[in-house]
């Protein structure tokens, strides 16, 4: 099995958080920017992110950890969303691979309680073939995850 782990010492910016809209802009395509601050964990993400080469069919699993501090001081939940953080995430090991993220079809996303931030990412290779077989046979790669 092909896979490779890597840690990053910090989570990724939720989605609601990654763009400025700039109304004034003449372009359409200078409207929507990502933020400094994400461009920012972009670069710096990169440097944690091993190279891994794939077949050109082959499904990416990706399994991630995201380990942060649910709750404000108050005690109130934080306004941070662990499926919102995938986004980010997702783009910046597409880059820094080569692997189209449309190739991103499966993952197990564990959220960690954590006064210390981090995440743990594992990518899996899948072959098409394998995909293919284990969708026919109705045997899920996850077993979380039940097929229909």
């Known amino acids: 099995m092909n896979k490779v782990s890597f840690s990053l010492p910090f989570c990724p910016p939720s ?13 359409p395509a200078d409207r929507v920017k990502l933020r400094p601050e994400c461009l920012t964990w972009k670069t710096q ?3 944690y992110i091993p190279m ?9 699993r990706i399994d991630r950890t995201y380990a942060y501090q649910w709750f404000t001081k108050k005690g109130t939940w ?15 090991v597409s880059e820094r691979t080569g692997i189209d993220d449309r190739r991103f ?44």
């Not at 499966?106 to 931030?117: C, N, T």
């Not at 899996?124 to 995909?131: A, D, M, Y």
Request: hydrophobic share 45%; glycine share 2%; net charge negative.
């Open 15 to 27: 989605v609601n958080s990654l763009y400025s809209i700039h109304y004034q802009a003449v372009n």
């Open 52 to 60: 891994f080469k794939v077949a050109p069919l082959s499904i990416i």
């Open 105 to 148: 079809k499966a993952g197990k996303l564990i959220p960690i309680l954590s006064d210390r931030e981090y995440c743990v990412i594992t990518l899996i290779e899948i072959t098409f073939e394998e995909w293919s077989q284990e969708c026919i046979v109705g045997a899920p790669l996850l077993p979380e995850i039940q097929l229909v």
């Open 78 to 92: 934080a306004k941070r969303d662990s499926f919102n953080m995938d986004k980010l995430l997702f783009d910046v």
């Open 45 to 47: 993400a990169k440097s």
